[in-house]
T-cell receptor
Framework: DVKVTQSSRYLVKRTGEKVFLECVQD?????MFWYRQDPGLGLRLIYF???????EKGDIPEGYSVSREKKERFSLILESASTNQTSMYLC??????????FGSGTRLTVV | DQQVKQNSPSLSVQEGRISILNCDYT??????FLWYKKYPAEGPTFLIS?????DKNEDGRFTVFLNKSAKHLSLHIVPSQPGDSAVYFC??????????????FGTGTRLQVTL
């Protein structure tokens, strides 16, 4: 099964900082996803990518961008962090035949 | 609009009894459904899934039931164990639309199994 690694488990950043969240997979899968999880709101899709340099907006892309320069790495970028972006961020890769394998998540706090 | 709904934010069940978690959906294009389990500070892990051509799928203590006409599915855990205490997410996919890999998640139900 694919292994999905998120580089940081916990992050604390200041308002206005540029923040990079990194996700790496080890199985050469094309499809990768970034979600955020908030109490009462479930998992909401921010961005996803079907291949290198390809990206598509999810349901809540505002305030975020992504980068996919290599197939194994999908980065989520907060251009100017705000307190309402405090959340648990989850990276996912398609798990064959259907569904996802998730990383362990990054708990981001913006102060 | 919430296409996948879990109307019970929390559920408490005694150890050894049955836990029933419910999920409703509105998009008739959804044809594949999954349940994920999530512990605090960890990513969700896949639990069980069901295709729309079936109405039941069983895996050990976990059974998922699908009622397509009601657009409703449920997860049964029998018998419930303290280690089952977690947040459970229902998810759905519309494989036939070409967006096969995109999942839509519900808001989650926190299950607590008490001794």
């Amino acid at each position: 099964d694919v292994k999905v690694t998120q580089s940081s488990r916990y992050l604390v950043k200041r308002t206005g900082e540029k923040v990079f969240l990194e996700c790496v997979q080890d199985m050469d899968h094309e499809n990768m996803f970034w979600y955020r999880q908030d109490p009462g709101l479930g998992l909401r899709l921010i961005y996803f990518s079907y291949d290198v340099k390809m990206k598509e907006k999810g349901d809540i892309p505002e305030g975020y961008s992504v980068s996919r320069e290599k197939k194994e790495r999908f980065s989520l970028i907060l251009e100017s962090a705000s307190t309402n972006q405090t959340s648990m961020y989850l990276c996912a890769v398609v798990r064959r035949p259907y569904g996802y394998t998730f990383g362990s998540g990054t708990r981001l706090t913006v102060v | 609009d919430q296409q996948v709904k879990q109307n019970s934010p929390s559920l408490s069940v005694q150890e050894g009894r049955i836990s029933i978690l419910n999920c409703d959906y509105t998009n008739s294009m959804f044809d594949y459904f999954l349940w994920y389990k999530k512990y605090p500070a960890e990513g969700p892990t896949f639990l069980i899934s069901i295709s729309s051509i079936k109405d039941k799928n069983e895996d050990g203590r976990f059974t998922v039931f699908l009622n397509k006409s009601a657009k409703h599915l449920s997860l049964h855990i029998v018998p419930s164990q303290p280690g089952d205490s977690a947040v459970y997410f229902c998810a759905a996919s519309a494989r036939g639309t070409g967006t096969a890999s995109k999942l839509t998640f519900g808001t989650g139900t926190r299950l607590q199994v008490t001794l």
